[in-house]
């Protein structure tokens, strides 16, 4: 069946909320103290690298139980007393709720006279730890989970939360969407109190949220190529996808320059980390990019063709650069009026085809497999660099780029190399790869460097696009009712 267009449903403790007009963010700032993870639904109802989405939370709580507060201790006690792991806590007791909220969604709504197409839809998985101090109540009648939350309160719609209890199984749940007419005429029942939520009656463990909401991913395409910001410092903790990170990112959102798409965050040095909701890649021609892993005599001329690239490439030009990363040139003004507008003209085609040449042709070759991506190299923060997320479609594009014979260089991607990128792109689990056609740092950044401007020359190139195709084919696909 077929989610309606404006369709939500959240679950929160084993309870479903009807006609529920919160946002992610509104979700995920009521459970500041947990860790998410959000993944995309196809039209058929299949969950995108469901696996990995459980790794990542998992993961996640036991990052955050690294910090001195040690917020999942008590559920991490809790469970070994039981003889227990989050493996299963989040087979036995997160999952089923994941399947109630699909289930939920997937089911017509008795008041659509006809169904409408099939879209894809974000999937939000919420995991947060008890407050200290407050004890575990029953989400039919109890204290909900973040009542002190001032902030949630504020940005939450007093009507936005008809608690919809659940009961029975997940077929059942379902059922209840599509028919009133069992219990009151409401669609109510009993809250499930065998899912794990605070209700459970079994101690405790911990609050699960799970949002649902139709969706539509960007389109592909040098035309739908976007804009990014280089405006901020690193995340606070950069391992863990944390539901604090919602509310530290708030500044940057509200500082966004009018034509960017994303922000991205950058260190001391003027390495470019991650954006605030993605990862960002760029794509060099081999020669240009000197790694810690190639002979002196390789460095030498990498670094002798980095130099002059930056200093002859019309389409990345700059005032000055972030901190670390170079001097500014003579005639910083012009440079700066040069790299407003993208490339025009016989040079800027010229400097393009340069760095390109070496992936030339890669989009009719990348089916070959192997070797496909031979002379170029994709450059992007590592987990190892432990200064950006790990993203899930991040990990795909790394896995991609090694099939296709790219070199991947697993280290942030430099502002002082930008005049070497020939394609960049964003990626994250509902925009996938989308390609940037403009990185720039505006006024006002967090570093306090003067602005600068680079205009790649291929947006949606070869390389990007090989890379897409070989993402697609590699994601696995679970069905809601496999879950």
Not at 121 to 150: E, K, R, Y
Not at 291 to 306: E, M
Request: some cysteine.
């Amino acid at each position: 069946m077929s989610p309606t267009a404006h369709r939500v449903v959240f679950i929160e403790d084993g309870c479903m909320h009807d006609g529920c007009d919160l946002t992610p963010q509104q979700v995920l700032t009521k459970h500041d103290s947990g860790v998410y993870t959000t993944a995309l639904i196809t039209p058929d109802g299949h969950v995108v690298d469901w696996s990995l989405h459980r790794k990542r939370l998992l993961r996640g709580i036991e990052i955050l139980n690294t910090q001195p507060l040690r917020p999942f201790q008590p559920l991490l006690s809790f469970l070994e007393r039981q003889g227990s792991s989050l493996p299963q806590f989040f087979d036995q007791r997160v999952q089923p709720q994941v399947r109630t909220a699909l289930a939920a969604f997937h089911a017509s709504p008795s008041s659509l006279s006809s169904p409408v197409p099939p879209q894809h839809a974000m999937l939000v998985v919420c995991i947060s730890p008890f407050a200290p101090g407050t004890a575990a109540t029953g989400p039919a009648g109890g204290q909900a989970a973040d009542d002190d939350d001032g902030a949630a309160d504020a940005d939450t719609p007093a009507a936005a939360l008809a608690r919809t209890p659940l009961g029975g199984s997940a077929t059942d749940r379902a059922s209840a969407d599509e028919d009133d007419d069992a219990g009151d005429g409401t669609g109510r029942r009993a809250c499930d109190t065998t899912s794990g939520g605070s209700g459970s009656g079994s101690g405790p463990t911990a609050h699960i949220a799970v949002y649902c909401k139709a969706v539509q991913p960007p389109p592909y395409g040098p035309e739908h190529a976007v804009q990014a910001a280089v405006l901020g410092r690193p995340r606070s903790l950069p391992g863990a996808k944390a539901c604090s990170w919602v509310r530290e990112r708030r500044g940057y959102e509200e500082r966004k320059p009018p034509e960017a798409a994303e922000v991205l965050l950058a260190d001391a040095s003027g390495r470019i980390l991650e954006g605030l909701t993605t990862n960002f890649c760029v794509v060099t021609a081999a020669t240009t990019v000197t790694t810690t892993a190639t002979t002196a005599t390789a460095a030498a001329t990498s670094a002798t063709t980095t130099t002059t690239s930056a200093a002859t490439s019309p389409s990345c030009g700059a005032a000055t650069t972030l901190p670390g990363s170079g001097p500014a040139p003579p005639d910083s003004a012009a440079a700066a009026a040069a790299a407003a507008a993208p490339p025009i003209g016989a040079e800027a085609a010229a400097a393009a085809a340069a760095i390109a040449s070496p992936v030339a042709g890669l989009a009719t070759t990348a089916a070959a497999g192997a070797g496909a991506g031979a002379g170029a190299v994709l450059r992007v923060c590592g987990p190892q660099a432990d200064a950006a997320l790990p993203g899930v479609v991040q990990s795909r594009v790394v896995e991609a780029a090694r099939r296709l014979g790219l070199e991947v260089v697993p280290e942030p991607p430099s502002a002082a190399e930008r005049g070497t990128w020939s394609e960049a792109f964003l990626t994250n689990c509902i925009r996938r790869l989308q390609p940037l056609s403009r990185v720039f740092c505006p006024p006002g950044n967090a570093w306090g460097a003067d602005p600068w401007d680079c205009w790649l020359p291929h947006p949606a190139g070869p390389v990007t696009s090989a890379l897409l195709g070989e993402v697609e084919r590699m994601e696995e696909r679970t069905h809601w009712r496999e879950l």
